[in-house]
């Protein structure tokens, strides 16, 4: 079983649309979960970070992390054709080291 | 805004040369990393730094790779003997807090 499991996509959504990315991990050390965004040919981008489980917020995003089931989830809200791009998640045991899924590929319809 | 920057933007070099890749992180953050993705592949760590020494290494990150924390700004990754499956696009992080990781653009490099 792969540490960190991803479902690559892509994943088509209108405009507007609630987008739900998520990742599952066997690791039941990690505690440190994070959410990349990456455009085509640059580097990943920190969009969120949770320590440990439960909720965080930011505009329209919306991390879950759920440490009992190994799931972790990234909402999108109102999506918009910008926010086209491969999502990573990744996460971390408080060692240094962070372990990456292979992305989602997101497409959001104009 | 301070980004992280990253030199050459692309390297190309023949199979067993050494290649030096730069990276300037933001100037407060105290923990660096190196990840490369190999193209259509995922992020893989390679190494992570903190307080001048190696906090963890990925088992890609063998006696061919070292980092230098040269000077108070730089932070270098050196392959020794590039091989043809280093091809990849390497990414310097840094962070103020461990969990925090801001990625560089990147320095794609070729072997050939």
């Known amino acids: 079983q792969k540490e960190v499991e991803q479902d690559p996509g892509p994943l088509s959504v209108p405009e507007g649309a609630i987008v739900s990315l998520n990742c599952t991990y066997s690791?039941?050390?990690?505690?440190?979960f994070m959410w990349y965004r990456q455009y085509s040919r640059k580097g990943p981008e920190l969009l969120m970070y949770?320590?440990?489980?439960g909720n965080k917020e930011d505009g329209r995003f919306t991390a879950q992390v759920d440490k009992s089931s190994k799931y972790i989830s990234l909402f999108i809200r109102d999506s918009q054709p910008s926010d086209s791009a491969t999502y990573l998640c990744?996460?971390?045991?408080?060692?240094?080291?962070?372990?990456f899924g292979t992305g989602t590929r997101l497409k959001v319809l104009a | 805004e301070p980004e992280v920057t990253q030199t050459p933007s692309h390297q190309v070099t023949q199979m067993g040369q050494e290649v030096i890749l730069r990276c300037v992180p933001i100037?407060?953050?105290?923990?660096f990393y190196w990840y490369r993705q190999i193209l259509g592949q995922k992020v893989e760590f390679l190494v992570s730094?903190?307080?001048?020494?190696?906090?963890?290494k990925s088992e890609i990150f063998d006696d061919q790779f070292s980092v230098e924390r040269p000077d108070g700004s730089n932070f270098t990754l050196k392959i020794r003997s590039t091989k043809l499956e280093d091809s990849a696009m390497y990414f310097c992080?840094?962070?103020?807090?461990?969990?925090?990781?801001?990625f560089g653009p990147g320095t794609r490099l070729t072997v050939t």
């Open positions: 992080a840094s962070g103020r807090e461990e969990y925090e990781q801001y």
């Open positions: 690791n039941s050390a990690f505690q440190y």
């Open positions: 949770t320590y440990s489980s």
């Open positions: 990744a996460m971390g045991s408080g060692t240094y080291k962070y372990i």
């Open positions: 100037s407060n953050h105290l923990y």
């Open positions: 730094f903190y307080n001048n020494e190696i906090s963890e």
